[in-house]
């Protein structure tokens, strides 16, 4: 390896390297490094050229170092982590795995990550790769958790939902980044860059061309938190849902309590909106159809006996033909 005090090397570049290993020696103050260089004969005799020298390079390397972490955010934790046993990393596998097929916009990373923590485990314990059709899907999510990990401007373009909806495309100091309980969806969370104001949330699986900026990093504020009020909501499930809900290991259920009719009930915390209803939980209880129903809180059920009586409504009236092409 080349000397860094060597001359093949330009004087700029032998100055970085020999201010890198100072500076790695615990030499903090600027009078030590100014020294340290100015003995290699690489800084200005005159103290304040010596002194602007050494405070414009310790910037390159900053920047540098900036550049480096991008790239390197797995392995920043590298010798850090604790020792999991073969269990632990067999159950971490799973969950892992289950994230990997469902989770939206993460699946290569995921598949990757559950391969590698494997990957000192006996033959028999290994288990089979992940489809290479679930591995082909785009992964943004990854470039988004470098953003946050280095506090690195992110910009993306959101994906078009609707007939006249447009590509937007965003500038965001990521915040957070959690997954949805109930759809395993990744919701990345954090400050619009471009138009100030709320905190802006955005499912990874509606996000494209996910690319890192350049500039400083940015400060996520003291006060930043995702605790949303919830509200605790009671669900009872008969006929076929009530055997999937028993049997589906659904994490956000409580366990459920078995009725005297044979139905079971189970209690779910749900954030509420803007209008104090914890609504959320509504597209979920709906795809149960019949089987499902909301025990309480009373606002809630009657909000969803409202939506039931314009679905029927729906249902009982005949359609509108448009020919295709038209717009309503």
Do not use: K
Not at 18 to 36: F, H, Y
Not at 218 to 243: C, K, N, W
Not at 285 to 302: H, K, M, N, Q
């Amino acid at each position: 390896m080349t000397d860094p005090g060597s001359t093949a090397l330009p004087a700029p570049i032998r100055r970085l390297l020999v201010l890198a290993g100072l500076r790695g020696n615990a030499s903090t103050e600027t009078a030590d490094l100014i020294q340290g260089l100015q003995d290699g004969q690489l800084a200005p005799e005159d103290p304040q050229e010596a002194q602007a020298t050494v405070h414009r390079d310790l910037a390159v390397l900053d920047e540098l170092a900036r550049l480096a972490r991008q790239d390197r955010t797995s392995d920043d934790l590298a010798g850090q982590l604790p020792v999991l046993s073969t269990v632990d990393i067999l159950a971490a596998q799973d969950a892992l795995r289950l994230l990997a097929r469902r989770g939206g916009g993460q699946h290569a990373r995921l598949a990757q990550v559950a391969d590698r923590l494997g990957s000192g485990l006996p033959q028999h314990l290994r288990a089979r790769p992940v489809p290479q059709s679930v591995l082909s899907r785009p992964d943004a999510l990854h470039v988004a958790r470098q953003a946050w990990a280095t506090r690195t401007p992110l910009q993306f373009e959101t994906v078009p939902v609707g007939f006249r909806a447009q590509r937007q495309t965003i500038t965001l100091h990521v915040y957070s980044i959690e997954t949805a309980p109930d759809t395993l969806e990744a919701i990345i969370t954090g400050q619009d860059v471009v138009r100030p104001g709320a905190l802006r949330s955005f499912q990874a699986s509606r996000i494209v061309g996910a690319r890192l900026l350049d500039g400083p990093p940015y400060d996520i504020p003291d006060e930043f938190s995702l605790d949303i009020p919830t509200q605790t909501v009671t669900l009872r499930f008969t006929g076929e849902a009530r055997f999937h809900v028993l049997t589906g290991n659904h994490a956000f259920l409580s366990e459920p309590t078995i009725n005297p009719d044979g139905s079971i009930d189970v209690d779910t915390d749900v954030p509420v909106d803007q209008g104090g209803l914890p609504t959320d939980i509504l597209p979920w209880v709906l795809g149960w159809g019949p089987d499902a129903e909301i025990v309480s809180p009373a606002p809630l059920r009657t909000h969803w006996a409202t939506l039931l009586s314009r679905m029927a409504g729906n249902a009982h009236r005949s359609p509108t033909i448009f020919v295709r092409g038209d717009v309503a």
